[in-house]
C-alpha cells in the first residue's frame, strides 16, 4: 500500500518520527536502526486481537503492577535505537523505576518484559515470528508472543513451563 505523506520522511531523530506520526493521523510509523520507515496499518480483525492482547495485560498490570502498553507505544530498542511499536506490551514496575529521569521521557531505551505481536494480512513478511521474537528477546523481553494471523482468539500460547512474569531479569 503507497500513502503520500503531509511530512517529508527524513526522520534521523525521535522527534522526526513523532512529527510524522502528529501529520499522518491514522497510520502506524515505527524506525528501524537504519533510519527505514516502516508504516504497518492493520486489517479489522488484526485490530481487534491486537485490543484484547492489550487488555488482558491491562487485566495482568491491576494485579501484579507494572504498566501495559497499547500499540501506540513505541520503545527504543538495539543498539541502533530502532524505534518499534508491539501491539501489546508490558514493563515490570521495578524496570520502569529503574530508568534514570532522562530516560524516562520520550521513547524508552528498553524492550518490554512481555511483547504480543498479532500478525497482519497486510504486512504479511514484515513480521515472520522468528525474527519478530529473536528482535524482542534480545531486546529483554522475558516472553514474546506472536499471534497467527488465522487464530480464532488473541489469547498467547501456553506460557513455557517455569515462566514468570512478576520476575525481571
Same mark, same amino acid.
Given at each position: 500500500m503507497a500513502i503520500s505523506l503531509k511530512t517529508p520522511l527524513v526522520l534521523a531523530t525521535d522527534e522526526d518520527l513523532l512529527r510524522v506520526s502528529n501529520d499522518n493521523p491514522g497510520y502506524r510509523f515505527e524506525? /528501524? /536502526? +537504519?533510519? &527505514? $520507515? $516502516? %508504516?504497518?496499518?492493520?486489517? &479489522?480483525?488484526g485490530g481487534a486481537k491486537s485490543l484484547e492482547a492489550a487488555a @488482558?495485560? *491491562? +487485566?495482568? #498490570? #491491576? *494485579?501484579?503492577?507494572?504498566?501495559?502498553? +497499547? !500499540?501506540? &507505544?513505541?520503545? =527504543?530498542?538495539?543498539?541502533? @535505537?530502532?524505534?518499534?511499536?508491539?501491539?501489546a506490551s508490558w514493563v515490570s514496575q521495578a524496570r520502569i523505576d529503574a530508568l534514570p529521569p532522562a530516560e524516562a521521557e520520550g521513547f524508552w531505551?528498553?524492550?518490554?518484559? %512481555? $511483547?504480543? /505481536? $498479532?500478525? !497482519? +494480512? &497486510?504486512?504479511?513478511? *514484515? #513480521?515472520? !515470528?522468528?525474527?519478530?521474537? =529473536?528482535l524482542w528477546i534480545a531486546a529483554r523481553a522475558t516472553l514474546s508472543q506472536s499471534i497467527p494471523r488465522r487464530a480464532k482468539s488473541s489469547r498467547p500460547a501456553p506460557r513455557p513451563m517455569g515462566w514468570n512474569l512478576t !520476575?525481571?531479569?
Open positions: 524506525r /528501524e /536502526e +537504519d533510519g &527505514t $520507515v $516502516v %508504516v504497518s496499518p492493520t486489517h &479489522t480483525k @488482558q495485560l *491491562r +487485566d495482568y #498490570k #491491576k *494485579r501484579f503492577g507494572g504498566n501495559a502498553y +497499547d !500499540s501506540n &507505544t513505541g520503545f =527504543a530498542i538495539g543498539p541502533g @535505537q530502532a524505534i518499534r511499536s508491539p501491539d531505551p528498553i524492550g518490554p518484559d %512481555v $511483547v504480543i /505481536e $498479532v500478525k !497482519s +494480512d &497486510t504486512i504479511r513478511s *514484515r #513480521k515472520p !515470528s522468528p525474527r519478530a521474537n =529473536a !520476575s525481571t531479569r
